[in-house]
Each structure stands twice: as structure tokens, then as C-alpha cells.
């Protein structure tokens, strides 16, 4: 009789909340992700500028603990901003962005250009979205996903933000901390897909 294996359908967790960052901290207490007794988990991160230029790149550490409480300061798995030296080009809305909608409209036009990683942010932590930028010209622009929430006109909308995906291994429990001594404000957010193993009937 043949076996039949089927992987197991992934979890997804927010590891850290998606914020503003202060200018020149290490900010966010250490988030723990438990995988001791998993296969492993694809880490997605984020990392927005504020207008300004950094004086090096912001990123988010990831250490193994062993299973304990002793941190080994390994940099294998970190995230590292891109162009640290690079200020974003940082405007705003000029209309309101609609749920649903894959258009944007900004006061200038700076240094966007098709290609870019965008961020839009406001004052609070329950707007903040990512997106590409896909198509378009000065002010007006088409973006690759349809917005997922909706942000007021006068909300930030900077480029040169960072989206990467990494793989950590399971059989360890780790630590994640977003680390700013960039000199400007960040915008930070870390979501995890973990894989839980196979079920074989």
C-alpha cells in the first residue's frame, strides 16, 4: 500500500506590527518566533523610509537563541535596507486612495519612477501599506496590487522602501529586532509563513 505525503497548510503571523520608527534607535522589543518543532518559516520584511538621508541602511536582526536564553550574535539571516547613503524621494497624496483601486496620486513627483518599492504612512500604525510602482508619469501613477486599505490625501508616500523574503530553518527559536541608527525615521513591519511539517496518509 503507497503512502500519500501532503504538506500541511502554512500559518501566518505578524511578528512585528507594522509602525513608524524614531529617528536613531533601536526600537521594537525583541519578538520571539518558536519554530523548535517546526520544518521552518519564509520571513517577509519591510522597511520604509522617512524623508531625509540615512547615514547607514536600517535593518532587521535575527538571531537563532539556541533554545535558551543566550542570544548568539550571528548575522546570517539579518535584512539590510538598500542604498543607505540614498534619501527617498518623500511627498504625499493628493487624493484620497481608494480600497480596491490601483492608481495614486501624489503632490510631486521627486524621483519616483516605475520600478519603485513605495510605502504610504501616515501618523498612526493602522495605515501603513506597501506597494510597486507599475506605471505612469510625474504625479500620477498605477501601482501592481490594488490598495488594501484605504489613506487619506496629505498621508506620506515614500520610495526606496525594501520588501525581501527570506527562509529561516526550523529547530530553533528566534529573536527579531528592526535596528535604526540611520539618523531618519522608518517604517518597519515583519510577517512570517510557517511551515508546519508533512501529514502522510
Known sequence: MSSTVKPTTPSFTTIISAQRVATSNIVVAASLLDLRERRGAWITAFIGRQSGTPSRAAYFAIRPTDNNTDVVPATIFDVVGQGPTTAASATTISAALATNANTVTVAAAGSLAI????????????????????????TSWTVERNWRIANASGDNFTNLADVRRIWIPGGDQYEFRFINF???????QLMAETHEGDTIT
Open 115 to 138: 520600478g519603485d518599492t513605495v510605502c504610504v504612512f501616515s501618523g498612526t500604525t493602522s495605515d501603513i501599506q506597501w506597494n510597486r510602482i507599475c506605471g505612469g508619469s510625474g
Open 182 to 188: 540611520t539618523g531618519i525615521g522608518c517604517v518597519c
